[in-house]
């Protein structure tokens, strides 16, 4: 059998039938991996262009890895971006050579999508500049390799904020208005990427697009969720707020369930403007409820805050103190629990991030309290995002898959706001597609306590968690990457070609973020 | 020999334990400067888990100021400034412009001849270059300070070898410690060696003069609401846990803005390049204020560069 030689960005029929004779020779369905070809000659004409590509081991190393720890891939060459031109230039020169491109911004990920396979890693963070803002008109101008915490910082000064970001210091405008960004307060704004009002965009081909609800309206709504495949976010729009403080509530609970109901019962009624649940495993669940303003919060107290089941911090100790005391041989859990509570709730109430109760600088806090509790080198999180009906009940079974897995791990639960108007912006992402109105997503992230796992038993707890998605017909935040396996599962054939033919036609030699999505 | 490392506590981790999750990035004058992963404690951190050659990141090594504003954030408790001045050390050829390696050394010679200073007082006060380069101010500063000396040898030498990875002789390094161990109280106008003080010397307490003055009611009571508070970044960086609570605690009273970013990390006037204002222009980025006080001459330095508005010592406010 003549097998032909397999052009990258093309994909022909597989020619092995699945009930072929042993000894057919097999053949990559994919297209072929990059294997350095024309490497020399690209950075040859770079440098005619005074574009400098770093091949140094110091430079490439830095970015080995993404937040995950898991996927390791060196790119062959780094660029720090530092101007639109130049990413332009960059891309129509990768185009004729075909070279890959992987595009990074706070590198957060844990499957590998920010991690650069050979080729170039395109460092965003090198264009981190806020462009302008306007306080009157509530929007701002940025580089989109910024961190949201150094456009917190600018635009604090002015008295502003950002809307929505992922409650982690270093995630990028960018990087985040590619995959989502979830906060606390998304079951109000909707995800952050809602907050976009334009962007800037260097597409695969190498042209410089500003596009818009209203402005090269398809490739707006390709790129806002499109995980990174159909050009490069190099400035957006955003809307911001005056900045307001949070008038910080706590609710405890030995339930997942009623947990769940009562968060989707505030959500559902506007109630707050900020809730989320975090867990230690499903023993001690805290339902956060938060308030901007002083009378949404009493109308809170009068109205809603006694149809919860959660008990304050007093009553819930004592509740637990009875259930370890009939549950002796559970001490050690118990122990684990008290300890935790002693070094997290001290960490979450800082007095220098505080005033007359309420919580300034939450990112600040929280981000804190995930790398200081959370962090390291490797972080495994899972999630899952469904639509309301399904949320609890994913939840729980999801929360089995835990226990099977880790003896301790926390859950941490949003809602999402969607936007009717955004409905295209949410195909094949995050955003499940039998939702409407709000979205629910679930967190599920072992306390890896300094225990080695190998990585067989991290992918199995992974793949169980996925597969419940797959059942559910969830969608995830995280598919990219090492998920890419999940991707057809879980939209279908039909959706998924129709998105890579955008890409083929986007993106003639794949070169952008080729080992994310297709 | 003394190692030339800022010893930190037991629970400090080397540069395998960085997990990349940049929050050094954001706190780090260099990175603000170059916005390249090369200059921040991460790209060497990462650098040495890669086993790259020191001689690699001589361009970089050198950039760090140890303003010791990336501790405090770095969730892995990574033993940065340490990191850098062992990397320094290993360096064969140190560059020129951190200053002469043969003059230092000739002043370790010229210093050894020199009698050991007798302290009366329990309590000292090592005043840095800048500071006395200003004897109005420094007398300001001793009439307040009452019941305390001003102690002769202010051990800069020692901090310019440590900047520059040099070793230090143990018999130069005894010299400068000997007198300092009756004290009770050691109160230092610059805290770039404030850890090392606290580890060499465990019986006297370390306090940075910020601090020390802002304790004094006369002090206090003289910052306003229009001012802008200039803390000195390293030795608040040392002493975090605690110095943290203490500014706070005088944002409270009087209300007064301070450099500190929204992690409550001192924002550095400087960076490594003098001639780059960046630094400098963020701090005063946006504020409506009056007046400058700063605890250290040199940040008034760095901002005179950029602003007509008045600066004060807060010795002299
Ligand atoms: C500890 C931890 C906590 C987290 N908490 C949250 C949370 O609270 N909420 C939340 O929503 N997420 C959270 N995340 C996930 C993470 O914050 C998001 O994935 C984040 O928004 C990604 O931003 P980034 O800049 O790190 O992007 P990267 O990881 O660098 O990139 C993400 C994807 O976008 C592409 N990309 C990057 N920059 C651009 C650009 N400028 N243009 C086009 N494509 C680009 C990359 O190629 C990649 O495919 C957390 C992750 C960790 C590790
Ligand atoms: S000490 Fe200061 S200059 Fe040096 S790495 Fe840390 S933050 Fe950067
Ligand atoms: S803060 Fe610490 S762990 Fe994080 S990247 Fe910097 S050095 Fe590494």
Same mark, same amino acid.
């Given at each position: 059998?003549?097998?032909?030689?397999?052009?990258?960005?093309?994909?022909?029929?597989?020619?092995?039938a699945?009930?072929?004779?042993?000894?057919?020779?097999?053949?990559?369905?994919?297209?072929?991996?990059?294997?350095?070809?024309?490497?020399?000659?690209?950075?040859?004409?770079?440098a005619?262009?005074? &574009?400098?590509?770093r091949?140094d081991?110091?430079?490439c190393?830095?970015?080995?890895?993404?937040?995950?720890?898991?996927?390791?891939?060196?790119?062959?060459?780094?660029?720090?971006?530092?101007?639109?031109?130049?990413?332009a230039?960059?891309?129509k020169t990768?185009?004729?050579?075909?070279?890959?491109?992987? *595009?990074?911004?706070?590198?957060?990920?844990?499957?590998?999508?920010?991690?650069?396979?050979g080729?170039i890693?395109?460092?965003?963070?090198?264009?981190?500049?806020?462009?302008?803002?306007?306080?009157?008109?509530?929007?701002?101008?940025?580089?989109?390799?910024?961190?949201?915490?150094?456009l917190?910082?600018?635009l604090?000064?002015r008295?502003?904020?950002?809307?929505?970001?992922?409650?982690?210091?270093?995630a990028?405008?960018?990087?985040?208005l590619?995959v989502g960004?979830?906060?606390?307060n998304?079951? $109000?704004f909707?995800?952050s990427?809602d907050?976009?009002?334009?962007l800037?965009?260097?597409?695969?081909t190498g042209?410089?697009?500003?596009?818009s609800d209203?402005?090269?309206?398809?490739?707006?709504?390709?790129?806002?969720?499109?995980?990174?495949?159909f050009?490069?976010?190099?400035e957006?729009?955003?809307?911001i707020?005056p900045?307001?403080?949070?008038?910080?509530h706590?609710?405890?609970?030995?339930?997942? $369930?009623n947990t769940?109901?009562?968060l989707?019962?505030?959500?559902?009624?506007?109630?707050?403007?900020?809730?989320g649940?975090?867990?230690?495993m499903?023993?001690?669940?805290t339902l956060?409820v938060a308030?901007?303003?002083?009378?949404?919060?009493?109308k809170?107290?009068?109205?809603w805050?006694?149809?919860?089941?959660?008990?304050?911090e007093?009553?819930?100790?004592?509740?637990?103190a009875?259930?370890?005391?009939?549950h002796?041989w559970?001490?050690?859990?118990?122990?684990?629990?008290?300890?935790?509570?002693r070094?997290l709730?001290?960490?979450?109430?800082?007095?220098?991030?505080?005033?007359?109760k309420?919580m300034?600088?939450?990112?600040?806090?929280f981000?804190r309290?995930?790398?200081?509790?959370w962090g390291? /080198?490797?972080?495994?999180?899972?999630?899952?995002?469904t639509n309301?009906?399904k949320f609890?009940?994913?939840?729980?079974?999801?929360?089995?898959?835990?226990?099977?897995?880790?003896p301790?791990?926390?859950?941490?639960?949003?809602?999402?706001?969607?936007?009717?108007?955004?409905q295209e912006?949410?195909e094949?992402?995050?955003i499940?597609?039998d939702?409407?109105?709000?979205?629910y997503g679930?967190?599920? #992230?072992?306390?890896?306590?300094?225990? &080695?796992?190998?990585?067989?038993?991290?992918?199995?707890?992974?793949?169980e968690?996925?597969?419940?998605g797959?059942?559910?017909?969830c969608?995830y935040?995280?598919?990219?990457?090492?998920m890419?396996?999940?991707i057809?599962? *879980?939209?279908?054939?039909?959706?998924?070609?129709?998105?890579?033919?955008?890409?083929?036609?986007?993106?003639p030699?794949? &070169?952008?973020?080729?080992?994310?999505?297709? | 020999?003394f190692?030339?490392?800022?010893n930190?506590?037991?629970?400090?981790?080397?540069?395998?334990?960085c997990?990349?999750?940049?929050l050094?990035l954001?706190?780090?004058?260099?990175? $603000?400067?170059?916005?390249?992963?090369?200059?921040?404690?991460?790209?060497?951190?990462?650098?040495?888990?890669?086993?790259?050659?020191?001689?690699?990141?001589?361009e970089?090594i050198?950039a760090?100021?140890?303003?010791?504003?990336?501790?405090?954030?770095?969730?892995?408790?990574?033993?940065?400034?340490?990191?850098?001045?062992?990397?320094?050390?290993?360096?064969?050829?140190?560059?020129?412009a951190?200053?002469?390696?043969?003059?230092?050394?000739?002043?370790?010679?010229?210093?050894?001849?020199?009698?050991?200073?007798?302290i009366?007082? =329990?309590s000292g006060?090592?005043?840095?270059?800048?500071?006395r380069?200003?004897?109005?101010?420094?007398?300001?500063?001793?009439?307040?300070?009452?019941?305390?000396?001003l102690?002769?040898?202010?051990g800069e030498?020692?901090i310019?070898?440590?900047?520059?990875?040099?070793?230090?002789?143990?018999?130069?390094?005894?010299r400068?410690?000997?007198?300092? /161990?009756?004290?009770?109280q050691l109160?230092? =106008?610059?805290?770039?060696?404030?850890?090392?003080?606290?580890q060499?010397?465990?019986?006297?307490?370390?306090?940075?003069l910020? #601090?020390?003055?802002?304790r004094?009611?006369?002090?206090?009571s003289?910052?306003?609401?229009?001012?802008?508070y200039?803390?000195?970044?390293?030795?608040?960086?040392?002493?975090?846990?605690?110095?943290?609570?203490?500014?706070?605690?005088?944002r409270?009273?009087?209300?007064?803005?301070?450099n500190?970013?929204?992690?409550?990390?001192? &924002?550095?006037?400087?960076?490594?390049?003098?001639h780059d204002?960046r630094q400098?222009k963020?701090v005063?980025?946006?504020?409506q204020?009056?007046?400058?006080?700063?605890?250290s001459?040199?940040?008034?330095?760095?901002?005179q560069?950029?602003?007509?508005?008045p600066?004060?010592?807060?010795?002299?406010?």
């Open positions: 059998m003549d097998i032909p030689v397999i052009e990258i960005g093309t994909l022909p029929p597989d020619p092995v699945p009930d072929a004779l042993q000894g057919i020779k097999r053949q990559q369905t994919n297209p072929s991996r990059w294997q350095g070809e024309n490497w020399q000659a690209f950075i040859t004409k770079l005619t262009y005074a &574009i400098e590509i091949q081991l110091a430079s190393g830095i970015f080995v890895t993404d937040a995950g720890g898991v996927a390791y891939g060196m790119p062959h060459g780094v660029l720090i971006a530092r101007n639109v031109e130049q990413i230039t960059l891309f990768a185009q004729t050579y075909r070279i890959p491109i992987t *595009v990074r911004g706070g590198g957060l990920t844990t499957e590998g999508e920010s991690v650069a396979y080729g890693l395109l460092d965003m963070t090198g264009m981190s500049q806020v462009l302008y803002i306007d306080t009157e008109k509530c929007i701002v101008r940025t580089q989109a390799g910024i961190f949201w915490h150094s917190a910082e600018v604090r000064r008295g502003m904020d950002y809307l929505s970001a992922p409650l982690n210091l270093t990028s405008v960018g990087g985040t590619g960004g979830i906060d606390v998304s079951a $109000r909707g995800c990427a907050q976009a009002i334009s800037q965009v260097v597409t695969p042209e410089i697009v500003e596009c209203t402005e090269n309206i398809e490739l707006f709504k390709r790129v806002i969720l499109g995980y990174g495949q050009g490069v976010i190099t957006a729009t955003l809307k707020r900045f307001t403080p949070l008038r910080m706590y609710f405890y609970y030995g339930s997942l $369930r769940i109901e009562d989707i019962l505030l959500d559902k009624n506007a109630v707050c403007d900020y809730s649940i975090l867990t230690m499903d023993k001690a669940i956060l308030f901007d303003s002083e009378e949404k919060e009493q809170f107290q009068q109205q805050k006694n149809r919860l089941r959660g008990y304050g007093l009553g819930f100790t004592l509740r637990s009875v259930y370890y005391a009939f002796f559970k001490l050690k859990e118990a122990w684990f629990l008290f300890n935790r509570k070094c709730f001290p960490e979450l109430q800082r007095s220098e991030y505080m005033q007359d309420q300034f600088d939450r990112t600040v806090v981000s309290a995930v790398w200081n509790f390291g /080198r490797q972080m495994i999180i899972p999630d899952l995002a309301v009906d609890v009940t994913v939840v729980e079974k999801a929360n089995k898959v835990c226990q099977k897995y880790f301790y791990y926390a859950l941490y639960c949003v809602g999402i706001k969607l936007h009717p108007e955004h912006h949410y094949l992402s995050c499940p597609p939702a409407t109105e709000l979205a679930c967190e599920f #992230e072992p306390m890896l306590n300094h225990e &080695i796992y190998s990585r067989d038993y991290i992918q199995s707890f992974k793949n968690i996925y597969d419940i797959v059942e559910n017909q969608s935040y995280r598919f990219g990457g090492m890419k396996g999940y057809r599962r *879980v939209f279908g054939d039909e959706l998924v070609d129709k998105h890579l033919a955008m890409k083929r036609q986007a993106d030699n794949m &070169i952008l973020n080729r080992n994310v999505i297709f | 020999m190692k030339v490392t800022r930190f506590r037991q629970t400090h981790q080397n540069y395998s334990h997990s990349g999750c940049s050094c954001l706190v780090c004058p260099m990175w $603000r400067q170059h916005h390249d992963s090369r200059f921040t404690p991460q790209g060497h951190a990462k650098a040495l888990q890669q086993a790259v050659k020191v001689e690699e990141l001589s970089t050198f760090c100021h140890a303003c010791g504003a990336c501790q405090p954030v770095c969730p892995e408790n990574i033993a940065i400034i340490p990191m850098f001045m062992n990397l320094r050390q290993q360096l064969a050829e140190k560059p020129a951190l200053g002469n390696v043969a003059s230092i050394q000739a002043k370790w010679l010229e210093n050894a001849t020199q009698p050991i200073e007798k009366k007082t =329990s006060f090592l005043a840095d270059n800048h500071l380069q200003h004897p109005e101010i420094l007398q300001q500063v001793l009439t307040l300070l009452v019941k305390t000396t102690i002769s040898d202010n030498d020692i310019q070898a440590m900047h520059m990875g040099v070793e230090i002789p143990s018999a130069r390094l005894e400068f410690l000997h007198p300092l /161990r009756k004290l009770k109160i230092v =106008s610059e805290g770039f060696l404030y850890t090392n003080l606290q060499w010397l465990p019986k006297v307490k370390i306090r940075s910020g #601090e020390v003055l802002t004094l009611p006369n002090i206090h003289k910052l306003c609401a229009t001012d802008l200039i803390i000195e970044c390293r030795a608040y960086h040392a002493d975090f846990e605690r110095l943290v609570k203490h500014y706070d605690q005088l409270k009273t009087v209300f007064c803005q301070f500190l970013d929204l992690q409550r990390i001192a &924002i550095p006037t400087t960076s490594d390049n003098i204002h400098a963020w005063l980025e946006g504020r204020i009056e007046r400058i006080v700063v605890e001459m040199a940040d008034s330095a760095a901002l560069q950029v602003t007509d508005l600066i004060v010592h807060l010795a002299t406010i």
